[in-house]
């Protein structure tokens, strides 16, 4: 019967039921297509016909009679001197160049990677990507082969390991610190598609659309992140312990009896004593001299001069004075000057000195 009806049918197309085929092989009995039979190649689609194991004609979408001018390198392989009036014996693959869109990746095991804050970070990520078809002849002859129907399945766990390879290099490069990786998904998605059309060229195959999803990081890192943005939210660390105690205390309230009681008496003891310090006076500490409120500045000290066995010796302020008349540096007849005084004069003819002169014994009378 199969023989029979295909005596009848003169028409080879393919109308695709499905959403994941991406190579059907026509089925015909023993393989044989009569001659001026029609083909019929719709948009998203390419015929490729395969004698004897290699790739005759590709036909692009269109409506075709199969003639001996519309199969020229057929004809060539063929060899028929009666010009092929009688049915011939070809493979006919339909490949679906549409775009497979919703086909799923992720990493099962994580990327590490090397962040400038956070040092060694393992990341996971996950998210879908589409594909086309661009050579279906590259794709017979490299990944579907002879398979009658080859589908995404087939293809989707190489793309998947393909592109976490591909994955930790882009991340790793990309220079983006963890915590700004959200940021730029789509820059790195746009990457990726453009890496591995590159590499799945020879095969035939393009990914127009890459996108990431997710990138998650480890708990740990997580749990720190969380608590960084928590202290960012609670600001004042005094005010949230007071806020915390005042809730504790009203949760203590209402659960009368047992340590709770105890527990709220403690508080509100610790409360009291904030408040009691808050609103106790403050001391407001002294402008400082020559402030706008505060005591005139001092006046400023008179520096000494005095003559040392013909060298001058000083600054001195007059609290050090003593101190030279007690080690004998500064006599009655130690010349001395001052800012204001017109020259150096013994100490015991200036005013000011008289009084710390007055403790210094005068010289001893010449022996005879």
């Known amino acids: ?74 004809a060539t392989l063929k060899g028929w001197k009666y010009g092929f009036h009688s049915p011939f014996k070809a493979e006919v693959y339909f490949v679906n160049t549409r775009l497979f869109t919703d086909l799923k990746w992720g990493t099962q095991n994580p990327v590490i990677v090397r962040d400038a804050e956070f040092g060694m970070v393992r990341l996971r990520a996950f998210g879908a990507f589409a594909t086309r078809i661009t050579d279906a002849a590259a794709l017979l002859r490299e990944l579907a082969g002879t398979d009658p129907q080859f589908r995404t399945e087939e293809v989707q766990e190489y793309l998947r390991q393909l592109i976490v390879g591909r994955l930790a290099n882009a991340l790793a490069t990309a220079n983006v610190p963890v915590l700004d990786l959200a940021g730029h998904q789509d820059a790195l998605g746009a990457r990726l598609a453009g890496i591995l059309s590159e590499e799945l060229a020879p095969v035939g195959v393009a990914v127009p659309t890459f996108i990431i999803e997710n990138i998650s990081l480890p708990p740990e890192v997580e749990a720190a992140i969380d608590t960084r943005a928590r202290m960012g939210i609670v600001g004042d660390l005094d005010q949230y312990t007071r806020f915390q105690t005042a809730n504790a205390i009203g949760d203590a309230a209402r659960n009368p009896g047992g340590a709770g009681e105890g527990i709220g008496l403690g508080m509100g003891m610790a409360v009291g004593q904030r408040l009691a310090a808050g609103l106790a006076p403050q001391a407001v500490p002294a402008p400082p001299p020559g402030a706008a409120g505060g005591p005139p500045p001092l006046p400023p000290q008179e520096q000494w001069y005095v003559a040392v066995g013909g060298r001058q010796q000083g600054p001195y302020d007059p609290a050090a004075l003593p101190g030279l008349v007690g080690t004998g540096e500064l006599t009655r007849a130690s010349l001395v000057w001052r800012v204001g005084m017109p020259a150096w004069l013994p100490a015991d003819q200036v005013p000011e000195l008289s009084p710390l002169m007055s403790s210094v014994p005068p010289p001893l009378p010449p022996q005879v």
């Open 1 to 74: 019967m199969d023989r029979i009806r295909g005596e009848f049918i003169d028409i080879v197309e393919w109308t695709d039921d499905s959403r994941d085929t991406i190579v059907w092989r026509f089925p015909r009995y023993e393989n044989e297509i009569k001659m001026g039979a029609r083909l019929v190649v719709r948009e998203s689609q390419t015929a490729v016909f395969v004698n004897e194991g290699r790739i005759a004609d590709v036909f692009t979408p269109g409506t075709y009679v199969l003639e001996t001018q519309n199969l020229p390198l057929l």
